[in-house]
Structure formats: C-alpha cells, structure tokens
C-alpha cells in the first residue's frame, strides 16, 4: 500500500502480481480492465454489486432549494445523479474488527 494509507491501482497489480502469479503488465492490464468494466456500467446507469465487498449504486436527487449558509440566500439546486457505496456486511464486520 502506498505510504499515505491508499490503495492504489498499482498496489492492486502488484498484490495480483505476487498472489495469482501474472505478469506486472498483465496484472496492471487486468485490474484497468475491471475498473474499466465498473466505470463503463455506471456510466450506463447500472449499479455494480461485488459479493462480500459492497455495492456501488446510482441515485437521482431532485431538484431543491439550497440555503448559503454565510449569507442566508436561498439559491436553487438542480437535480443530478450522485453515486453511492454501500459495504456489505461481510465488509463492515471486517472493518469493525481491524477498528
């Protein structure tokens, strides 16, 4: 893991490069090719489930009036899409017990 507490893509790799054995191209190539898989199918307006990890699933939010909290002005919001993430609980209760 890279110094600062982040995975990386390239930690990734390289732990696929020393578990499963592949290349560091071919194990840089495949964890572009997941990402990218991911990326592609939320762009779709798809939600992408991975068992045991999480989900990671598109919301629309309407349109509402927004309030600047320094000078009280109501200032309209437009809707929009956010993306979400929501653990599963196999992921939460691993992330308790490292807590």
């Known amino acids: 893991m890279a110094g600062d507490g982040t995975l990386t893509r390239a930690d990734l790799a390289e732990s ?11 194990s840089s190539k495949l964890v572009e090719s997941i990402l990218d898989h991911m990326s592609n199918a939320l762009a779709k307006g798809e939600n992408v489930k991975i068992s045991g990890f999480g989900s990671f699933l598109l919301r629309d939010k309407g349109a509402r009036v927004g309030r600047n909290p ?21 992921m939460r209760a691993n992330v308790a017990q490292e807590a």
């Open 16 to 26: 696929l490069h020393k578990n499963v054995g592949l290349s560091k191209a071919e």
């Open 70 to 90: 320094k000078t009280g002005v109501e200032v309209p919001i437009a809707p929009r899409r956010v993306l979400t993430f929501r653990a599963s609980q196999m």
